[in-house]
Every structure is written in C-alpha cells, then in structure tokens.
C-alpha cells in the first residue's frame, strides 16, 4: 500500500472526525452524569438533552462506519478506535468504573471493526451492509457509555443524601391531591387545606425512604437498567438513520475524489470431483 501525503492527510483526518465525534458524545454522558435527575422528569430541558444525545450518537456510528471502511491498514483502524477509547477516559475521567467502561467499549469497537473488515472483504462489489448488520456491537458501546455515566451521577446522589422520591412521581401525587379536593369542593365539602398536603406529602416521603433505605445500593442499577431498556428500544428503531447517510456520504466521497473504486483480482479455492 503506498503512501502519498493527499492519503496520509486524508487518514488523520478521518481519526480526528472520529476522535471529535466521540469527544462530543462523551461531553453529552457527562451532561447526563451531573444532570441525571432530567432523566426523572419529563421537561423540555430532557427532551434537548435526548435530542444531542441522539444527534451525538448519529455523529459516532456515520464517522465509526467511514473509519472502519476505508482506513488501512487494518491496525491503524484499530488504533483510531483506541484513541477514541483514550477520549472517552480524559472526558468521563480515570474513576474504575469509567476505566472498565472504556475497555468494554474499545473491545466492542474492535469488533465492530473487525466484523465490518470481515464483511467487506467477503462482498464482491462495495456496499455499506456490512456497517448495518454489525452495527450493534457499536451502539451498544455507547449505550454502555451513557448508563455508567447516569449510573454514577445518581449512586453519587443516594450515597450523599439518601434515595428520595423522584420529583415527578411527587408532582403526580400533588395533581391527584388536587383532583381529589376539586372532587371534594365539588360535593360541597370541606377542601383539604395546602398545608394538610403538605403534611401527607412529606409522610409519604418519609415512610417511603424508610422502606426503600435497605436497598439504596440497588436501586441505581435498576434505575440503570430502566434507561438502557428504553434508548436500546429508541436507538433500534433509528438505527437506519446513520445507514443512510452512510449511502449517501460514500457517493459524495466518490463524486469530490476523496475516495476511489479499486478492482482487486483473487484466487478461489473449491473441491470438485477429480
């Protein structure tokens, strides 16, 4: 393989994309980690955290897919996928649990790598289903990423002040208090006074915590699990979208010359009858 300066610019260019884009998702983990509680609520301020996430997960899977297509040698690629590990541990820092997360997340992007290698040199003209049938392996590298970062922001949390109710089951509870005193001042009855909800909103509270403080340690990682349910759900239905434009992008490639279509000769081994 020869080594022109127009390939070498074009081969840390697509490290550098790969590296910014997992820099950008691990940014957003971090958002998660210390804004953990918007994944209890409902708001618009979820909705856009979501909404970036998301937008930095399409970012990783379109520049993973570019990487492990057309960077060559093959240990190069995996090396652009280590650097891309070696970010997620400066962003997210050097705690264990962040340390595993990387080397889980580099074991499964060599897989993907490995696997997307596999595939293209089984096909016999280009195309990116290789990228779409492992794709997985990748996703759920960032997946993993997220829950240990939302994992770490909410153990923190319980660990320094104790579980609590999440805030919108109280806000649940508070507007069902509320039909009930409509419901109440409706029939000509007395309405319950504010500070008598107060009152049973903070028993509550507290019986609640008293039930749960045996399993505080636990109920992280059920929460955990919960979130990594419900992104691996929303992810799966739009795991077409990075595929797309995939099938877009390497045609644009072709069309600025930054890659070219290359006709290889091989030799094929079959038994027949002699």
């Not at 979130?227 to 239905?237: D, E, F, I, N, R």
Request: proline share 5%.
């Amino acid at each position: 393989m020869e080594w022109s300066a127009g390939r070498i610019v074009k081969t840390v260019s697509l490290i550098l994309f790969l590296v910014a884009a997992t820099v950008f998702f691990d940014q957003i983990g971090t958002q998660i980690e210390q804004k953990y509680d918007l994944v209890l609520s409902p708001t618009a301020e979820l909705r856009d955290l979501a909404l970036k996430l998301f937008v930095a997960m399409i970012l990783v899977a379109v520049t993973a897919g570019l990487a492990a297509t057309l960077i060559r040698p093959l240990w190069l690629c995996l090396t652009a996928f280590g650097l891309s590990a070696a970010a997620l541990v400066c962003i997210l820092g050097l705690e264990p649990l962040n340390v595993i997360a990387a080397i889980v997340y580099l074991l499964l992007t060599w897989m993907y790598v490995l696997e997307v290698a596999n595939g293209m040199d089984e096909r016999i003209h280009f195309s990116v289903k290789p990228i779409a049938e492992v794709q997985t392996f990748l996703m759920l590298a960032l997946l993993l990423v997220i829950g240990v970062c939302f994992y770490s922001g909410y153990a923190d949390e319980i660990r320094l002040k104790g579980f609590s109710i999440p805030e919108p089951i109280l806000n649940m509870w508070d507007v069902t208090m509320a039909g009930i005193q409509k419901m109440v001042m409706g029939e000509g009855g007395a309405a319950p006074k504010p500070e008598e909800l107060a009152k049973i909103r903070q028993a509550l509270q507290e019986q609640v915590t008293q039930q749960v403080r045996p399993y505080e340690p636990y109920i992280p990682v059920l929460m955990t699990i919960s979130l990594l349910w419900m992104l691996y759900t929303a992810v799966s239905l739009l795991s077409w979208v990075p595929i797309l434009i995939l099938r877009l992008v390497f045609p644009m490639l072709a069309a600025l010359r930054v890659t070219t279509i290359i006709t290889e000769d091989r030799q094929v081994q079959r038994v027949t009858l002699s």
